[in-house]
């Protein structure tokens, strides 16, 4: 990642898939944003919509990254298969 970030949480695309050496250290889990989430904090969701309606005026869904336990300045990985099927 870059020094200077404008959204330092729109990081998706430095996850990796997870393989035997590298097991997962973030999950994906989706999140519903109800229409009274701070206006000032929206600029940090990195998929918001275009559209002339407000996207916010409805609840909105987006996918979060979790850290599976403390991570420090290590490569993210993350498995698409489902946690009951590991």
């Known amino acids: 990642m870059s020094p200077v970030s404008k959204n330092p949480f729109a ?3 430095y996850v990796n898939n997870s393989n035997h050496r590298f097991g997962a250290n973030v999950r994906y889990q989706e999140v519903d944003l109800s229409p009274c989430f701070p206006t000032e904090l929206r600029q940090y969701i990195p998929n918001t919509y275009w559209t ?3 996207p916010m005026s409805t609840p909105f869904r987006i996918v979060t990254l979790v850290a599976e336990r ?3 300045e290590e490569e993210l990985f ?3 298969m489902d946690a009951h099927l590991m």
Do not use: F
Request: aromatic share 8%; glycine share 8%.
């Open 11 to 13: 990081i998706g695309h």
């Open 52 to 54: 002339s309606m407000d």
């Open 70 to 72: 403390d991570l420090q």
């Open 78 to 80: 993350s498995t698409y």
